[in-house]
């Protein structure tokens, strides 16, 4: 940065004027000098500048939509009020999740600022979460991004500020661990910092922000899934999706445009594992902003590059009325895993440019109607062929001694460390877990110890211990399992946990 910073024009002349004295290296010449000197700005010189500027309440807006565009010539206090929610929505027809969300959307809401504002951040989490969320905006100079900042417990509010240095399109996700596991369960967004002299003026402007699930049933596999650790790893997401569902953008979803308008789309990928290759089947982007710099650096491109956590603005002009395909390029996952949107043109036809007739279902395949219900046909199928092997015996207990080494590797990656290896203990610290008669007791406190922790008195084995066990952010399968290790180890004899105990403590409030 090499331009006045817009907060050392309203310190400077309080700073010559005695009001606000800055320790050594100071200077009061008034021109480009950067950071005021080694003693940096304190709260109190920041709470100056805060009361000096104008203050605004940030639009925020859920995608497609986007703000209005930033028409004022100086830089203001924006007031962001954004507030986490963990809900179930639909992923698919038919097929639920449970969604951690930015504003009750995925992706989250929009945010837009200006190049040199201060931007007060207040980031709330619902009293109904059952877990901390944070944010990280890849717009803020600072460790963490906001991280540590905004670390926010259910029923809790957290306010940071930061100044937008620099113009860009920027995601924001959330950063608590396990990162990727709020990532992959929706927590991602974007934010622009638009430059001084505003973006190009451009006719209608949309957002769509791409992002994978890994659920534990296959696609389009019917009710409530949930998150799958595996598939995560192995980075194999049955969902690919465009604005947070298959089909939030199809039909009379699509966005629009008229016939000789520009359109910039604020393109964005939450990831967590796969890059897109974002391609509007039809168009040709006349500018691209690759990786959502300022430059518009490429003209006439047909597909951009956007990473995981970052973004690409594309303009272009449509010239001839119909459907337009939005993808990932990586097709099965535009056919077969969701990554697919519609941009409909209204208008007259040109039939110089193109000469017409157009088939609207051509490029949908498994998206139509016909296609979605014979997939969700096929899972039905597919569950069947489960539940038919799951009633072998002999299959049964591979699955049992399986679903025991799943609990096992969980329980040296996480409990160990306070209840030892064989489930030992502390004395008078850790209560044991090898032969606790609490484990005997009603499996919902159990699996809530585990779920929501513990904290208080509790009496094992006749000793009393009166210490915290914080809840362990595991998926409700992996809940079971270590549960069903735990509790058939060392002396200890139970029937398995199954995921659909753990599900139902869970929903308890
Ligand atoms: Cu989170």
């Known amino acids: 940065m090499t331009s006045v910073k817009p907060w050392f024009r309203i310190l400077a002349p309080l700073l010559c004027s005695g009001a606000i004295a800055f320790t050594a290296g100071a200077a009061g010449g008034g021109e480009d000098i950067g950071s005021p000197g080694s003693g940096g700005v304190t709260e109190a010189q920041k709470a100056t500048y805060a009361a000096s500027l104008p203050t605004e309440q940030a639009v925020l807006t859920a995608a497609p939509m986007v703000p209005p565009a930033i028409t004022r010539d100086h830089a203001a206090r924006v007031v962001v009020d954004l507030e986490v929610r963990e809900i179930v929505k639909p992923l698919a027809d038919g097929v639920d999740y449970t969604f951690w969300t930015f504003g009750g959307e995925v992706p989250g809401l929009f945010i837009r ?81 638009e430059p001084p002299e505003s973006l190009p003026p451009v006719d209608k402007e949309y957002y769509v922000m791409q992002g994978e699930f890994y659920t534990s049933g296959r696609y389009g596999e019917p009710g409530l899934q949930t998150f799958e650790m595996q598939k995560a790893l192995d980075e194999r997401p049955d969902y690919v999706v465009l604005n947070g569902s298959v089909g939030a ?83 099965f996952r535009a056919f077969n895993k969701g990554a697919l949107g519609m941009l409909k043109v209204k208008g007259d036809a040109n039939r110089i440019i193109y000469s017409g007739k157009e088939v609207d279902e051509v490029y949908l395949g498994e998206q139509s109607a016909a296609g979605s219900e014979s ?72 699996i809530n110890t585990v779920v929501r922790g513990m904290t208080g008195p509790v009496t094992v084995n006749g000793k009393q211990y009166n210490s915290i066990m914080p809840p362990q952010p595991l998926p409700d399968e992996q809940v079971a399992d270590v549960l069903t290790f735990v509790m058939n180890s060392w002396g200890n004899s139970a029937e398995p946990v199954t995921m659909e105990q753990v599900k139902a403590v869970r929903a308890q409030d």
């Open 249 to 331: 953008m199809v039909g009379d979803k699509a966005i629009t445009a008229n016939v000789d308008e520009t359109v910039r789309l604020f393109v964005g990928n939450g990831g967590p594992n796969l890059i897109s290759s974002f391609h509007v089947i039809g168009e040709i982007f006349d500018t691209v902003y690759q990786e959502a710099g300022t430059l518009p650096d490429q003209s006439n491109v047909q597909t951009t590059l956007v990473p995981a956590g970052g973004a690409a603005m594309v303009e272009f002009r449509v010239d001839v009325p119909g459907t337009y395909i939005l993808v990932d390029h990586s097709l």
């Open 375 to 446: 997939s969700r046909r096929e899972a039905e199928l597919v569950a069947a062929k489960a539940e038919a092997i799951a009633s072998n015996p002999q299959i049964a207990k591979i699955e049992g001694q399986i679903q025991m080494e799943r609990g096992h590797k969980i329980f040296l990656s996480t409990c160990f460390a306070c209840h030892g290896a064989n489930g030992e203990g502390v004395a008078g610290v850790f209560p044991p877990l090898a032969e606790s008669d609490f484990l005997e007791g009603d499996l919902d406190l159990v």
């Open 113 to 193: 600022v200006r190049q040199g504002d201060l931007v007060e951040f207040h980031l709330s989490n619902h009293p109904s979460s059952k877990l901390p969320h944070n944010i990280d905006l890849h717009a803020v100079t600072g460790p963490g991004g906001g991280a540590a900042s905004s670390f926010t417990a259910p029923g809790h509010s957290s306010v940071f500020s930061f100044e937008a240095l620099n113009p860009g399109l920027y995601v924001y996700h959330c950063a608590t661990a396990p990162v990727p596991v709020h990532v992959a369960s929706g927590m991602y967004g974007l934010i622009l910092v």
